[in-house]
């Protein structure tokens, strides 16, 4: 990937985590993953379209859903050799604090994740 399809992958990426619609998040489901692709927490793993819709949705419900928090991008991504690394912050939209930060360990072939690794920074 080079800088304007980086930044493009990179953003409907962290939107795809605020993304209101159910039919839209799954289409960017399953154009961001490989069909077996996974996102990997402390806590939980998903693996395949219908965990990974499971998995954004329940995060979307938590967070973002209630109107409190969005998720934004905060570094321009790295990207070599299959791998990608992008920071995030979740914010308060009420006061623009912010609430959280992580980082994603992603795993790509051919340009789709094979294997997302969420970091919480803070």
């Not at 990974?52 to 991008?73: H, K, N, P």
């Not at 570094?75 to 992008?86: D, F, I, R, S």
Request: a negative charge.
């Amino acid at each position: 990937m080079n800088g304007p399809e980086l930044t493009h992958f990179t953003e409907r990426y962290v939107e795809l985590w605020n993304e209101p619609d159910t039919g839209a998040r799954r289409e960017t489901i399953e154009e961001l993953f490989a069909p077996d692709g996974a996102n990997y927490t402390l806590s939980a793993q998903a693996v395949g379209y219908d965990a990974l819709e499971q998995r954004v949705a329940s995060a979307y419900e938590s967070y973002v859903g209630s109107g409190r928090y969005r998720f934004r991008c905060v570094e321009p991504p790295v990207v070599h050799h299959n791998a990608m690394k992008v920071q995030w912050e979740m914010i308060d939209q009420g006061d623009g604090t912010v609430a959280s930060i992580g980082l994603e360990f992603l795993v790509l072939d051919n340009g789709r994740i094979l294997s997302d690794h969420q970091f919480i920074v803070r």
